[in-house]
């Protein structure tokens, strides 16, 4: 991490992320999901997908934002203002089905903020979209000031994802068979892997290191109380 915090800075600013992961999965495991959507029995009928179709459609229109460079789409409007790379590698692969040029941008946009070492940040932050937040939960809030110090001048995060936009890319690239938006994003994906197997192989084993348990795509994920000494016996998941 060589580029805005190296490990042990990084790490010592994310001990306030981590006690705010704690309170986040606290507040999760509180909380009364909403239902899921009723799928019929049997298998899906034409018009059962069409409605499936639709229904997405409304959801990621809801959703989606425009900034300078294109379209992106985040998970709530309102409660979100960052650009997250995994999230957008999904989304890009929905689209596909949906609107071609829709996902063409949303990957464009988050290529656009790739940093010179070839990382794609966890998330950048649009301090123009925050602003416009309205029911963003108490515990969001609470993240971004504790974790602010992990972001560069750009609002980049120190923090990766799992590379789901590598694989969306492919698939951006099937749909669309646009050579020219291919020819932009190649060399931005070839920097990426190079960093993620060259300064992300912190053990020189051969595997991408990950030095948070958001970084993961499983974010608060009870996996890693026990690595991290949480128990949520204590205030705050606190170390006991």
Request: aromatic fraction near 10%; hydrophobic fraction near 35%; glycine fraction near 6%.
């Amino acid at each position: 991490m060589k580029q805005g915090l190296d490990r042990r800075r990084f790490l010592q600013t994310g001990a306030g992320a981590l006690t705010a992961c704690a309170v986040i999965s606290r507040s999760a495991r509180a909380g009364n999901p909403d239902p899921a959507y009723p799928l019929p029995e049997g298998p899906l009928t034409a018009e059962d997908y069409q409605e499936l179709k639709d229904k997405t459609r409304k959801v990621y229109e809801h959703n989606r934002v425009r900034v300078d460079d294109g379209f992106f789409h985040v998970p709530s409007l309102g409660k979100y203002s960052s650009l997250f790379g995994w999230d957008s590698g999904w989304h890009a692969i929905t689209m596909t089905r949906l609107e071609p040029g829709i996902a063409a941008s949303e990957l464009e946009v988050l290529f656009n903020r790739q940093l010179p070492n070839g990382r794609i940040s966890h998330n950048t932050r649009f301090p123009q979209l925050e602003k416009k937040q309205t029911s963003a939960p108490w515990y969001s809030r609470l993240v971004r000031k504790m974790s602010q110090t992990q972001y560069d001048s750009e609002g980049r995060s120190a923090m990766i994802d799992p590379p789901s936009y590598l694989l969306a890319a492919e698939k951006v690239y099937m749909a669309t068979r646009d050579r020219a938006w291919l020819e932009r994003v190649l060399p931005r994906l070839e920097k990426c892997i190079a960093y993620l197997t060259t300064e992300r192989d912190l053990f020189g084993d051969g595997l991408v290191s990950v030095i948070h348990p958001w970084e993961t795509g499983t974010d608060s994920s009870s996996a890693y109380d026990k690595i991290l000494h949480l128990d949520f016996h204590t205030p705050l998941g606190a170390p006991a």
